[in-house]
């Protein structure tokens, strides 16, 4: 009942906040050999301009405060109204008390389709699937917000995560991939899912322990930043040893490798002996990453 009532103050709060996300928009369509066609302009305008005015929340943020976003559509094929493309969604926080943005998401969304007529309008409603290029960039959108929140609170996320649930519930009635249990192991269902399991439920407090308790320390003390940070890190093995190689975790790494290696290469010597041993272990494909780790 408790998160029914969030969810419902949530999306009771669509039309009264401030925006929230600041995001750039790249459509690339040189793989079509029509890059140059103005649908394409229009089409990264109107994303832009939809993900950036519109409320998705009732959260209270200055301009300082908005989540910056990274959206790239690689389009792979162009038929009248119909598009292919990929995704890559990218999104970062701030660290207290320096300049350094921390990157937070990165999906590559390989199952991503949609139809586009140039000037239609982008509408959202949370409750109906009506386009699925809305419902993939709401999905990502609210998904982005949650993980921005896990970072600022415990659990702080939840509410966003269930609102991009029921993205998924709606649009699984549509014909188009991503939507359902049975469309890969790699699919905004599975991410979501996963997000929302008790299996994974470790994910969410190493979200808040490694940004709130570590990474916004680290202009204070950074030796006990970083220790907070490879002791958190170091809990993500409990996902691994349940669900090896599991998607979240996959984009998880993703996202942290290059900032990892940086954080744990520089500034005061902790012992990390543990944390290596247990990121080759969650994350095999990133080992010359932490191999060049030097501490």
């Known amino acids: 009942m408790r998160r029914l009532l969030v969810l419902m103050c949530v999306l009771v709060g669509l039309s009264a906040s ?18 140059d066609l103005q649908i394409f302009r229009t089409l990264k305008n109107q994303i832009e301009e939809f993900i950036n005015e519109y409320q998705w929340t009732n959260m209270k943020m200055t301009t300082q405060e908005r989540i910056d976003m990274n959206l790239v559509i690689i389009v792979t094929d162009y038929d009248g109204d119909d598009f292919t493309a990929t995704l890559q969604v990218q999104s970062s ?24 007529r140039e000037f239609q309008p982008l509408n959202f409603n949370p ?3 009506d386009s699925n290029l809305i419902s993939v960039i709401a999905f990502h959108v609210y998904t982005v917000i949650g993980l ?28 188009f991939l991503g939507w359902k249990a049975t469309d890969g192991a790699q699919s905004r269902f599975r991410y979501n899912d996963a997000l929302l ?5 470790e994910f969410h407090n190493v979200m808040y322990d490694y940004h709130r308790l570590g990474l916004d320390i680290m202009h204070e003390n950074p030796k006990e930043a970083k220790q907070i940070m490879s002791t958190s890190l170091s809990r993500l093995r409990m996902i691994n040893d349940r669900r090896p190689n ?4 996959r984009t998880f790494f993703d996202a942290k490798e290059n900032e990892i ?7 005061p010597q902790v012992d990390i002996a543990k944390l290596i041993e247990d990121l080759n272990r969650m994350a095999p494909t990133k080992r010359a990453s932490w191999e060049d780790i030097r501490y």
């Open 148 to 175: 921005d929140a896990d970072t600022f609170s415990r659990n702080g996320g939840d509410p966003y995560f269930q609102v991009a649930k029921q993205i998924v519930n709606t649009a699984a009635s549509s014909n």
């Open 18 to 35: 401030a925006q929230e996300i600041r995001c750039t928009v790249t459509v690339n369509a040189e793989q079509t050999a029509r890059a």
């Open 197 to 201: 399991s008790n299996v994974f439920s």
């Open 246 to 249: 599991s998607f979240l975790l």
């Open 93 to 116: 926080r701030p660290a207290y008390g320096s300049s350094y943005n921390s990157p937070i998401y990165n999906y590559n969304d390989k199952q991503f389709s949609f139809t586009y």
């Open 261 to 267: 290696s940086r954080v744990f290469s520089g500034g």
């Open 127 to 129: 409750n109906s699937f």
